[in-house]
């Protein structure tokens, strides 16, 4: 028997999909409630699918009654920092007045329960490392700060009507199902790890390593890669505080280990027997030197073992055998 339905929104997404696995091995039904502008029908597997947009608000009621969720997870969003500058009106629009829809129809439903996709993006570029969750709020883009703004808006939910919230604030997902169903896939990619790799199978054009000048001992930048089946189980983890009566929190999801581009690319090519191409090319506009949780909160709440936590040589088995397997199919659309 089911303990209950999750509404997911962004489930056909890259973590949202394998929240959605994780939540079905936990026991719970997960609802995928998706537009599919960057998500995948063929990743929709583990519980039934409702095709909506957050923007409208009729379509996230009529799925409320339906399926009754006894919580929400939110995934959908825009997620790309580039064109959040480029584009800061889609992103205000998307994450934050789509999710004041989705805190609306928990309202009206009595749904008290909500685990939210945040970002390490809210904290901007700290002068202090490894992040913990007291680090000042400080965004340097409009991606970060519609996140930011949305977890203000969970803490008001929560003083005026009761809801519990989970914001995590995700570091770099990277990896895929080690059983090989799901993996990274999306239309515009901009992530290192799925690039490397297509690089690899020459489904793009080399690697553009972005920065070599950076403050880091090889001049490339940093960043805190952390496992997405592991972030399926935190969701999960967090999902339970919350039905349990837990407090409301913000917390960190990352590893605390930090890897260098050039860290990443030598691995890559060691587990996959295969050379990187690539080239060099200047820093991308606000990307800070070096981001690295401080994991030590949600392993705290969420009874996460660091010794069940997947390091960067896991990340990119799974996402090899992935990518290697599935990828080109895909990409041709099968
Ligand atoms: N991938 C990362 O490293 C990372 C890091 C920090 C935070 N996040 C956050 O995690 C969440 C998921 O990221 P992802 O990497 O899985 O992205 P993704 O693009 O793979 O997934 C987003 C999903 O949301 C859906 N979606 C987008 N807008 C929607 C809308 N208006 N209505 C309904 N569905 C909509 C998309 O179709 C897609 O299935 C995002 O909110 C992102 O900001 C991701």
């Given at each position: 028997m089911s303990r209950g339905a999750v509404l997911v929104t962004g489930g056909a997404g890259y973590v949202g999909s394998h929240a959605c696995k994780a939540l079905a091995l936990a026991g719970f039904t997960p609802v995928t409630f998706d537009n599919f502008s960057t998500g995948n029908r063929w990743a929709v597997r583990f519980g039934p699918l409702e095709p909506g947009d957050i923007l409208d608000l009729a379509a996230l009621h009529l799925a409320f009654k339906r399926h009754r969720p006894i919580a929400v997870m939110h995934f959908a969003g825009a997620a790309l920092v580039g064109e959040s500058m480029r584009e800061p009106a889609l992103y205000w629009r998307q994450n934050l007045a789509g999710t004041l829809n989705l805190v609306e129809a928990c309202r009206i439903h009595d749904v008290g329960a909500f685990v939210f996709s945040s970002t390490?993006?809210?904290?901007?570029?700290?002068?202090?490392?490894?992040?913990?969750?007291?680090?000042?709020?400080?965004?340097?883009?409009p991606y970060g700060a519609s996140k930011l703004a949305v977890e203000r808006l969970l803490a008001d939910a929560a003083m005026a009507h009761g809801l519990r919230f989970a914001a995590l604030r995700y570091f770099n997902a990277a990896g895929a199902d080690p059983e090989g169903e799901l993996g990274e896939h999306r239309p515009v990619e901009t992530h290192l790890i799925p690039l490397l790799l297509d690089a690899i199978l020459g489904l793009r054009p080399p690697l553009q390593v972005l920065g070599t000048d950076y403050p880091t001992p090889d001049g490339t930048a940093i960043r805190d890669y952390v496992h997405v089946a592991d972030l399926a189980v935190a969701h999960v983890r967090a999902l339970e505080h919350l039905l349990a009566g837990g407090d409301s929190l913000a917390c960190n999801l990352g590893t605390g280990e930090g890897h260098s581009v050039r860290q990443v690319i030598e691995a890559a090519e060691r587990i996959t027997g295969r050379p990187v191409p690539r080239v060099e090319a200047p820093r991308r506009p606000g990307d800070p030197p070096r981001l690295v949780a401080d994991p030590g909160l949600a392993r705290d709440r969420f009874r996460l073992l660091p010794s069940n936590v997947a390091g960067l040589e896991r990340i990119l088995e799974t996402a090899w055998a992935w990518h290697a397997c599935h990828r080109a199919r895909r990409l041709a659309g099968g």
């Open positions: 390490c993006a809210v904290y901007g570029t700290p002068e202090r490392v490894p992040i913990d969750e007291d680090t000042p709020k400080a965004p340097i883009n």
